[in-house]
């Protein structure tokens, strides 16, 4: 083999075939069939780019095809998409989509048969995941997971043999400190003056999101799928009672339950007049209408005709905005709150949704105890939900019930009074 170099060779033409040169010689690229990939087709630059990462890993040749071989990897994937969707939630149909598509078929999806799919190659596949620097070790080891789930699902659909699937189960996780790897610091929890700082940029409806986000510690998936149908307000004992469509631990615990206090409901009420039950509770159209309103307020030249205009055709047009927030959006209306506090000299770091949990968590448990937190916000493991799932409703209402607003500065006022 060839000596290594850090500069791939580039893809060549020679007649109508794609080859690449090195040491002098003229390599042609194989589509799956053995023949010579035919310069600017997908199957020749899938051919190239995999004799690239081939190279560059130091792992010789190339995958000959099957031959008579009926499931080849793309077919699988594309195949599993399809059940993913139906099957499981977006989020993890969203993680498997991009390691599918990203990753696996583009190096390894063109008419190659599952049963060349070897630990080298899903090694390779995570070379470019590696390579990609997208990704830290543990997001990596989980996309890696994510391909040998697809070919465990292949066995059970007949489509991928038992051998191939439990080969691929040998190719150990990668281990903190791996070459080309980094790893991602711990999640710490938003400082409240940072909170306080970043409220005054946000719209009232996403500054009542953030603040409920605080107060509970529920997880932001949960709190942008909040309808008004969800929300119980007929138990007559002072509290309302949120529960979310889905959450992470529902398969453990089932049904999450969030009891709502006063501050809670006086946040929300607002938001619930005249909406019908599968309404969202906090739509991002009312936080751009909000917003554009405010920024009405504070302007200071008149309107000119040509804008009047224009705003006139504007509403007769459907609304661009959703009438759900999701997590990236949430997350998006966070990061301009916090660009424009930076830009009127308010220095505000950076910060994002998850990170109002951990400070919930953090609150609470310093508040009223480590059991109290994990009653409240729940666990990631079965054994720790359901050693805490029966007194943990019982719990989450005594803290509904005694719980403050930290940004109610007049209300602890009062209470020292």
Known sequence: MPKLTNKN??????????????????????????????????????????????????IGGHISPAGEQDVTVKEL????????KEAHKPINYGHFRIVLTDFL???????????????????????????SGRY???????????????????????????????????VKALRKGERGTRDNPEREPVELETVQKTLLFFPPTLRAMALIHYMTGMRPEELVSMTVGSIDRSKGNGLWYYTPARHKT?????????????????????????????NAVFSPRTAMEERHAEMRTKRKSNVPPSQVERGEKNAKKPKRWGEFYTVPSYRRAIRYAIEQGNKAGVEIPHWFPYMLRHAAATAIEEADGLDAAQAQLGHTTADMTKRYSKAALKTRENLARNRRNPFDTDGQAEDAA
Request: with cysteine.
């Open 250 to 278: 529902e398969e453990h615990i089932g049904k999450k339950i969030y009891p709502l206090g006063k501050p809670e409901q006086e946040l929300i009420a607002p938001y619930l007049v005249g909406k019908k039950p599968e």
């Open 105 to 131: 078929v583009p190096l390894y999806g063109e008419n190659v048969p599952v049963a060349k799919f070897t630990p080298k190659s899903l090694k390779l596949v995570r070379e470019a995941m590696i390579r």
């Open 136 to 170: 830290c070790r543990k997001h990596i080891n989980s996309y890696v997971q994510r391909i040998v789930a697809v070919f465990r699902w292949g066995v059970s659909e007949e489509l991928v043999t038992e051998t191939t699937w439990r080969a691929l189960t040998s």
């Open 77 to 84: 994937a594309a195949a599993f998409l399809d059940h993913s």
């Open 9 to 58: 060779p580039k893809l060549g033409k020679l007649g109508r075939y794609a080859v690449v040169r090195i040491d002098g010689k003229t390599i042609y690229l194989k589509d799956p069939q053995g023949k010579n990939a035919e310069h600017g087709t997908p199957e020749a630059l899938t051919a190239y780019n995999r004799f690239c990462l081939e190279r560059q890993v130091s």
